[in-house]
């Protein structure tokens, strides 16, 4: 006797080559030998049911290929099944349809039981009858009687002038439809019937019909998951689509999609990207803003000197004594020059004034002598000398007294010229020092100014500048009665330094430091630019070059000190030194700089458009943070309603659920791969773009509306969908074989 294997091999050599009665009897030898199998089979004790075997995703697809591609080659085989129906009888021809079921389970290994092979068969079966309502139409417009029904027999009903036209025709195509490929009375009618019902009910599935079969596009194309995020993004979008991707697509590759789009996004927006970038396995977010917080910081370090608070402390104690070293020689050379004319000029001057003196003392006694000599010599010439005794010289005392005259009279002259010419030279070195500028300190302009301030309108009564300008001006008149009528410059420059603030303490000792300062800082911004005028005045002429070098330098070693403030409160808490950027904490700034200067803008200088990036990237990281936490629920529910919901209508037939239950499978692998998609769209504005810019299949081509808005192709879906539930809703399958 032969065995089940051989029977199987036989039935599929006997369908080869064309021998319909060795097939017919060897498959139902195969349906009984299984029966008989089963009967025998002794009871067994009920046990835990058996484990699948677990395959491959490779191995499923492939499975789930040849159950598709067998389903197709079943579907047709259907419609060849009705064709040659008149020839043969109607046990014959499910016989014929339940070989072709075992012939392609033998020879693909397809499963007939499978949800695959039984949406590639209703697939089969609707694209083989697509042509039964415009061969209808043909028909008709050659009988002029019936001509008028010709377009409604196109679309299969879809199109027609009343609802009673709609149905006959959708009733006549379905009915044909159904029987090309089950043509027995039962299916012919039942498609009849659902093909009067099919247009009204059509117009209502269509949007879903669409959606299922763009998804189905989309997942033959590998693209639903980019599909479906894109889908997901536009819905958080809403109205600010537009504004979202122009702002993605020009983003820097180097910033994250949540940093790109922050203010066009909506906070459901903002939120899925904060759950996708979550969920990326790369961690690209969490890698992107590590790097930009790294570079911050190294800005920050590089304004405050260092990269701890030690170091840069230290940098800037070493910046003071490199800049002490350079100023202190200009300080000390414009302050002596202040006092060159005081300390050289008065001595030039007494002695110029001395030198005068003696020369006009010796011009006295050149003329005094002179005339003395004349009178002796007026006295000599009365005098008889040989009268004169023999004991004294023969030259008279007249004559003696006036050659003595003569002589002290020219040593006297000498002297004068000496004196004279000592004279000229110090005039000359004190007209010296006045053509290098060189000049006493004169602080009569200075003290006049004080005076008259203190007198003016809006001061005179003011106590506290009153007081402490009267103390500056009494400290400037005793250093000039110290200094011998002469303020030394290196006085003043004390009082500018240090002796307004000292005499504000001494006159209001109680008040606290803040109000001390304000003080001096208002006093020192009236005094100061007139004792650079003195200083400079007197032969300082470098004075305000020192004190340019000296502010720029102390400018840099503020500028780390203010950096390394903002820098420590940026790693501790990033709002407040945001707060300070931005200029809401002037309290800091005047801290570093000094009282008055509290505009962080001015006071970091080229340093400030980084600070003021730095500040932005604080603040777009807190509203990314905010619209996030606003948009969470919303987001949750786009992606909650962002699963496979679209579903064949199960009006249409009952064995749609096969497909349906296909994509519910699906669905999980999709669901991941959706989120994967996400997550490449958070990790820049351009990834962001491309799945924004994925659109489905259904808008990319809009294949369903344009069947149902030209009559001459409509006729397909509803003439074929009506035969499928035909052949499904007939119980005339009876094939022990198969899944009919």
Do not use: C
């Amino acid at each position: 006797m032969a065995t089940l294997q051989q029977l199987e091999a036989a039935l599929v050599k006997a369908d080869a080559a064309g021998n319909t009665d060795d097939a017919r009897r060897l498959a139902a030898a195969i349906r009984q030998m299984r029966a008989q199998q089963a009967e025998a089979k002794p009871a067994e004790p009920e046990a835990a049911p058996a484990q699948p075997a677990k395959t491959t995703i490779g191995q499923d697809l492939m499975q789930a290929a040849r159950d598709i591609f067998g389903g197709g080659i079943r579907g047709v085989g259907s419609v060849g099944a009705t064709l040659i129906r008149p020839f043969e009888t109607a046990e014959e021809n499910v016989a014929r349809r339940q070989m072709i079921d075992e012939g392609l389970r033998l020879l693909l290994g397809a499963d007939p039981e499978s949800m695959a092979y039984g949406a590639g068969k209703l697939g089969s079966e609707i694209a083989s009858t697509a042509i039964a309502g415009p061969l209808l139409a043909g028909a008709a417009r050659a009988i002029p009687v019936a001509a008028r029904f010709a377009p409604a027999l196109q679309s299969g009903g879809l199109v027609g002038r009343n609802a009673l036209e709609r149905a006959l025709a959708g009733a006549t195509v379905g009915g044909i439809s159904a029987g090309a490929v089950d043509p027995t009375a039962e299916s012919a009618g039942a498609g009849a019937a659902f093909g009067a019902v099919t247009p009204a009910a059509f117009r209502l599935a269509a949007p879903r019909l669409t959606g299922v079969y763009g998804a189905v596009e989309d997942l033959l194309r590998g693209q639903l998951p980019e599909v479906r995020a894109g889908n997901i993004l536009r819905e958080a979008a809403g109205n600010n689509l537009a504004a979202i991707r122009a702002a993605a697509g020009a983003a820097p590759t180097n910033m994250l999609a949540s940093q790109a789009v922050v203010e066009p996004g909506t906070p459901a927006f903002m939120a899925l990207l904060r759950i996708a970038e979550e969920n990326d396995p790369q961690s690209t977010a969490f890698i992107m803003r590590n790097l930009q917080g790294q570079e911050q910081l190294d800005a920050l370090n590089r304004i405050a000197g260092g990269a701890t608070q030690t170091e840069a402390r230290g940098v800037r104690e070493a910046s003071r004594r490199a800049l002490r070293d350079i100023t202190d020689p200009m300080r000390r050379a414009e302050l002596e020059a202040a006092n060159a004319a005081a300390r050289y000029g008065r001595p030039l001057q007494a002695e110029a004034e001395r030198a005068g003196a003696a020369a006009s003392q010796m011009v006295e006694d050149v003329r005094r002598f002179t005339a003395a000599g004349e009178r002796a010599a007026g006295r000599a010439a009365g005098v008889d000398v040989m009268a004169q005794p023999e004991t004294f010289p023969r030259q008279s005392y007249w004559e003696r007294l006036s050659g003595r005259a003569e002589t002290v009279a020219g040593e006297a002259a000498e002297s004068s010229l000496i004196y004279g010419a000592a004279r000229r030279d110090a005039e000359q070195r004190l007209a010296s020092l006045a053509t290098h500028g060189l000049s006493e300190l004169d602080v009569g302009p200075l003290l006049n100014s004080i005076r008259s301030t203190v007198n003016r309108p809006g001061v005179r009564l003011n106590q506290v500048q009153t007081q402490v300008m009267n103390n500056v001006a009494d400290l400037i008149e005793e250093g000039v009665q110290r200094g011998g009528g002469v303020l030394d410059a290196r006085d003043l420059y004390s009082i500018r330094k240090d002796a307004i603030n000292s005499v504000i303490q001494k006159l209001y000792p109680t008040a606290d430091a803040k109000t001390q300062q304000k003080y001096a800082s208002e006093l020192l911004g009236q005094l100061r630019p007139l004792i650079d005028d003195a200083i400079e005045a007197a032969g300082g002429t470098g004075w305000r070059n020192y004190l340019k070098t000296f502010e720029e330098g102390m400018e840099l070693v503020n500028r780390r000190k203010l950096g390394a403030r903002i820098k420590e409160l940026y790693e501790s808490n990033p709002e407040r030194a945001r707060k300070i950027i931005e200029g809401n904490d002037p309290k800091t700034v005047e801290k570093a700089f000094g009282p008055g200067s509290y505009d962080v803008i001015a006071a970091m200088g080229e340093d400030f458009p980084v600070l003021r990036q730095i500040a932005d990237d604080i603040a777009r990281e807190g509203r990314i943070a905010e619209k996030a936490a606003a948009g969470g629920k919303v987001a949750t529910n786009i992606l909650q309603e962002g699963s496979i919901s679209a579903r064949i209508p199960n009006l249409f037939s009952p064995k749609i659920t096969i497909t349906n239950q296909l994509l519910g499978e699906l669905e999980l692998v999709v669901n991941k791969r959706t989120m994967e998609a996400l997550s490449r769209a958070s990790r820049s504005g351009q990834d962001l773009a491309a799945i924004l810019d994925k659109l489905p299949f259904t808008e990319r081509n809009r294949v369903i509306q344009y069947l149902l808005a030209n009559p001459q192709f409509g006729a397909a879906v509803p003439a074929a969908v009506g035969a499928g539930v035909g052949n499904y809703m007939t119980p005339t399958n009876v094939n022990a074989l198969a899944s009919e």
